[in-house]
């Protein structure tokens, strides 16, 4: 499987290629090829039809396995300091809420210690969950902000985001989530925080190209729908998109107006009602479904799949990796967490860690499909079978990842 990894110009042969473009299930090209000129994809479909001139092409048989697009992790909080599995054996314990909060647990404490770190901690401490992604086949990680809450550590965070994008093969999307939660030293003065986010912190960190879209997080432990709209307001300024954790523990109609600010997707969405599932369907807005945090709050309102999907709105996965409700560096337990918790079958749980999660980032044009002038972004697996992807648990089948046309 080396001999052709550093070539500029290159065939793929007897691939099992996953394109998600269509077609039959999928989008499955038996007995496959795919050419691969500089980052892009030159040309891919049945073997036997490959043109003249790629036949003196460097090729390469990759002996009947199943390639895929490289997976889309459209939602994460991958960059944080401190841990809480102190929090979570003390839970376990029986410790109450009161208790924990007494020990330092909560947000607050996470807050604390992405302040208190270096951006080379941060970086250092985020890297190996990122390695964990790669591993699996990861082309592409949304990044958010979130955990500074002040200007100069949201844009320490971020400025680690962008650094996690230089030191490994990937690519990586910031999002700006200053609207997280209230720092200790706004209690009682959410409006006037929205304010400083909104005019200040925001505008600042854009202005140092750190932020590709903006997010906030709406719910009655957070923000009202009113005050992250005044947040949108300065980033339809900024011409930047938006995204929202929106109706994860109870209906605030977030989706819907993030939705009237063309968001690009709305996230988790357990309690999302039949006018958000038609606001978000009108706008084009993902459901971007997060498994991991509804399974380790064990949740037990399921999001509205089906009216999702009668509306066609479409449906993404992605880790949400945080300490605090997801410590999560799989996206393949996630698919499989989307299947056995959320019953998305194994082709739209594929789908929406590859297609979807790229048309949640805005990025559909240029990654999330096996298709002609895409980037070649692939993952190869020791497989052949799509569905095994999502079947297995705590198994990884990845062969190589092959990013930009390298590897
Ligand atoms: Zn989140």
Not at 151 to 161: H, N
Not at 289 to 304: D, H, N, Q, V
Request: with cysteine; aromatic share 6%; net charge negative.
């Amino acid at each position: 499987l080396a001999s052709t990894q550093n070539q500029a110009h290159r065939v793929l042969t007897r691939a099992r290629l996953a394109t998600l473009a269509g077609g039959a299930p999928y989008g499955l090209i038996e007995e496959g090829a795919l050419a691969i000129e500089g980052e892009r994809i030159a040309w891919i479909g049945e073997e036997k039809a490959l043109p003249e001139r790629y036949l003196d092409w460097p090729s390469e048989s990759l002996e009947g396995r199943l390639v895929t697009p490289a997976l889309v992790d459209c939602h994460s909080h991958i960059v944080y300091g401190g841990s809480r599995d102190k929090e979570f054996e003390l839970r376990l314990e029986g410790a109450s809420y009161e208790e924990i909060a007494r020990a330092g647990g909560g947000i607050r404490s996470t807050v604390a210690a992405t302040r208190a770190a270096s951006e080379d901690a941060l970086l250092a401490a985020a890297l190996p969950r990122v390695d964990a992604l790669l591993a699996e086949g990861l082309g592409t990680l949304e990044i958010k902000s979130g955990y500074g809450l002040d200007l100069e550590s949201e844009a320490k965070m971020l400025r680690v985001a962008r650094r996690i994008g230089e030191v490994r093969s990937l690519r990586v999307v910031t999002t700006f989530l200053g609207a997280h939660a209230l720092p200790p030293e706004y209690e009682g003065r959410a409006d006037a925080y929205i304010d400083f986010m909104a005019e200040e912190v925001l505008p600042a960190l854009a202005a140092e190209g750190l932020v590709d879209a903006v997010d906030a997080f709406c719910e009655k432990i957070a923000f009202s729908a009113g005050q992250v709209a005044r947040v949108f307001e300065v980033a339809k300024a900024l011409n930047l998109p938006v995204k929202l954790h929106a109706e994860q523990l109870s209906d605030q109609g977030g989706a819907a107006m993030a939705a009237s600010f063309g968001a690009l997707s709305s996230d988790h969405l357990e309690y999302l009602s039949e006018a958000g599932v038609a606001a978000m369907a009108k706008a084009g807005s993902v459901a971007v479904l997060l498994p991991g945090a509804f399974y380790f709050l064990r949740e037990t309102k399921l999001p509205p799949l089906a009216a999702l999907r009668a509306a066609g709105v479409p449906l993404a996965l992605a880790s949400d990796c945080n300490p605090g409700s997801s410590p999560l560096t799989s996206l393949l337990l996630t698919m499989n967490m989307g299947a056995t918790l959320f019953r998305m079958t194994p082709e739209e749980c594929l789908a929406a860690v590859t297609r979807e999660g790229a048309r949640a980032l805005g990025l559909e044009r240029d990654i999330g499909t096996l298709e002609v002038g895409k980037r070649a972004d692939l993952a190869v697996w020791d497989l052949a079978e799509p569905a095994e992807l999502t079947y297995r648990m705590g198994f990884n089948p990845l062969a190589r990842r092959i990013f930009g046309g390298k590897g």
